[in-house]
């Protein structure tokens, strides 16, 4: 099962082309001639990765605008054994909306179901279609003085399917929980076309299986999302925000022990990143500026929020940061003092992905661990890559808050990233072993697509990966859905 694809008989689309011819023209006759792509010039944008590392070959692009064509789509390609890999912003970073090269999948694209349907504020809630772009349905919650707390560096591209199927996570997990946590329902379409409206927007139904989380997180192999019944949250009226020198990442899991201790809920965001890092983002990112007077071995961006628009939210954050002085566990700070300026802060921490690929080419690791655990992986890994690989640079950044770490290692200066690269397979076993041994996990955030659906082999139990092979068996028995990802 684990190598389960979609195939068809000797006459299936994928073998014969009169069989393929007459795919297509249905899928036309469903779609609308102007939503179904052909031909390698149209289907270009839609066959690469964002960060260009797996290029397919899709048979077509098909693009439906309701979910009756996205279940006519399935419904039409599971009889005829076509595999299907459905695609939102293609913003991904472990090729999980990417086709195989073969020709024989079809992409569904979900950019044209962009609307929002409806927007509940006495209920908190706001139902939004999976084309939606993440930055659409933040607006959308703001009009209704409401806040979708959701926020990734790509929100304004990504789109609200992708980031579902993926459970994204983003910089407010500290407070608000990964993408799982802000669904109350879905509307999904299975293999077979049958459609599950989910679209409940309860807080509580203790009826059984919570279907939804099924397809929260499973990168489209078991179904497809085309809407969701979203949880807002009151909007914030004001917010503070400091970048911190730090010595050490032990000083930097104390001074988030300090903020969540004395600040309590209204601690909203805490990244750490190196000074490795920001050297990158000034390198590359010219009108960067670095934050502080003098440099530092290690960042911290803390974020913290308020309902109201009263001064406690910097008053809060300037007192924690005092007494964090005083103690010595920082060295410095700066609170920004305008919206500008924490923009610009902000940049600093979201820039890093972006400016880490123009520097070339690198080994990236997006991984979790107990907070508690951080310290003793990174002095117990930084040591072992160092000695295997003598003068590597370590780019390490991440939501120190909720324990994703992005581990990226990059070749040392003046060696051709090309050579690196052929370190790959040893450079992600030292590290993935190393987070197996602290009980965390090879994805935090990203999940594991074509990239790391024969790693995770290595550390996931044979009886949880017999278990998702079931439910994936029970759930698309013919194997369409994103054959190829996750498992």
């Known amino acids: 099962m684990g190598g389960m694809t979609a195939t068809g008989s000797t006459d299936s689309p994928a073998t014969d082309p009169s069989a393929r011819a007459a795919l297509l023209a249905r899928l036309r006759d469903i779609v609308g001639v102007g939503a179904l792509l052909t031909g390698d010039a149209a289907v270009a944008p839609h066959a690469t990765d964002w960060r260009g590392r797996y290029h397919g070959r899709p048979l077509a692009v098909v693009k439906p605008a309701t979910t009756a064509e996205v279940a006519a789509v399935l419904a039409l390609c599971n009889d005829a054994g076509m595999g299907v890999v459905p695609q939102g912003g293609n913003t991904g970073l ?4 990417t086709a195989d090269a073969s020709g024989a999948q079809l ?17 908190n809630t706001l139902t939004a279609e999976a084309g939606c ?8 919650a703001a009009s209704a003085d409401r806040l979708f707390p959701l926020s990734l560096a790509s929100e304004g591209s990504c789109e609200l399917g992708g980031n579902l199927s993926t459970n994204a996570g983003g910089t407010a997990v500290l407070r608000y929980g990964n993408a799982r946590d802000l669904v ?3 509307e999904v379409v299975l293999p077979d076309g049958e459609v599950w409206d989910g ?3 309860l807080r509580k139904d203790n009826t059984g299986y919570d279907l939804k989380q099924l397809f929260i997180g499973a990168e489209g192999t078991l179904g497809v999302i085309t809407a969701a019944v979203l949880k807002l949250f009151p909007l914030p009226r004001e917010r503070a925000v400091a970048i911190v020198a730090l010595a050490t990442p032990a000083a930097a899991v104390s001074l988030l022990g300090q903020l969540q201790r004395d600040c309590g809920e209204r601690l909203s965001g805490f990244e750490l990143f190196s000074d490795a890092c920001l050297e990158l983002v000034l390198r590359h990112f010219p009108g960067s500026q670095a934050p502080l007077a003098a440099r530092a071995p290690q960042y911290a961006l803390v974020e ?3 309902l109201r628009a009263n001064g406690r939210a910097a008053a809060f954050l300037e007192q924690a940061l005092e007494e964090a002085l005083a103690q010595l566990v920082i060295s410095d700070a700066a609170v920004a003092q305008s919206g500008a300026q924490a923009a610009a802060f902000w940049s600093l921490r979201e820039n ?11 080994i990236k690791h997006d991984v979790s661990l107990p907070i508690s655990a951080i310290v003793e992986f990174l002095g117990e890994t930084d040591a072992l890559v160092a000695r295997a690989f003598p003068g590597v640079r370590l780019v390490t950044f991440g939501h120190l808050g909720d324990g994703n770490l992005h581990y990226n290692v990059s070749p040392p200066p003046g060696v051709a990233a090309a050579g690196f690269l052929d370190a790959l397979a040893e450079v992600n076993r030292l590290v993935h072993d190393q987070v197996a041994r602290f009980r965390g996990s090879i994805s935090a955030e990203h999940g594991l697509g074509q990239l790391k659906r024969e790693e995770i082999l290595r550390y996931k139990s044979p009886l949880e990966i017999a278990l998702m092979r079931r439910i994936k068996a029970t759930l698309d028995p013919k194997g369409i859905m994103n054959p190829g990802k996750l498992i």
Not at 107 to 123: E, P, T, Y
Not at 133 to 140: K, M
Not at 352 to 362: L, V, Y
């Open 352 to 362: 890093i992905s972006e400016a880490q690929a123009r520097e070339g080419a690198n």
């Open 199 to 201: 679209l409940r927007g």
């Open 304 to 306: 913290l929020t308020d």
């Open 107 to 123: 992409v569904l694209n979900l950019s044209r179901m962009n609307r929002i349907r409806v927007i509940d504020a006495a209920n």
């Open 184 to 186: 109350l329902g879905l």
């Open 133 to 140: 772009v993440l930055e659409a349905v933040q607006a959308a």
């Open 94 to 97: 472990v090729g999980g909306a």
